[in-house]
Nanobody, 113 residues
Framework: QVQLVESGGGLVQAGGSLRLSCAASGRTFSNYVMNWYRQAPGKERELVAGITTTVGNTNYAASVKGRFTISRDNAKSMLYLQIDILKLEDTAVYYC??????WGKGTLVTVSS
């Protein structure tokens, strides 16, 4: 079992930046492919970024490519999501996911105009 706790959300103006963090505990963090998902009001949860275990290959949803950067620190059991050039449509609850099985409770990002 892996426990995941997200942090770093908040209210940000459009065009601004934010860095989300996810602290993992429990089973070996480095064994898991890690992902960030988000769920906007009235919409389904969607995958925004993923990163492999040790090599750190990344993938992004088309809507965030070039603005979002996912990274991980296996020594610290931490996952990050750097969000730049925030848009109104980025408003959502952002969730950390481990191995497509374990979920955090999410952190809210609200983008204002």
């Amino acid at each position: 079992q892996v426990q995941l706790v997200e942090s770093g959300g908040g209210l940000v103006q459009a065009g601004g930046s934010l860095r989300l963090s996810c602290a993992a505990s429990g089973r070996t963090f480095s064994n898991y492919v890690m992902n960030w998902y988000r769920q906007a009001p009235g919409k389904e949860r969607e995958l925004v970024a993923g990163i492999t275990t040790t090599v750190g290959n990344t993938n992004y949803a088309a809507s965030v490519k070039g603005r979002f950067t996912i990274s991980r620190d296996n020594a610290k059991s931490m996952l990050y999501l750097q969000i730049d050039i925030l848009k109104l449509e980025d408003t959502a609850v952002y969730y950390c996911n481990a191995g497509m099985r374990h979920w955090g409770k999410g952190t809210l990002v609200t983008v204002s105009s």
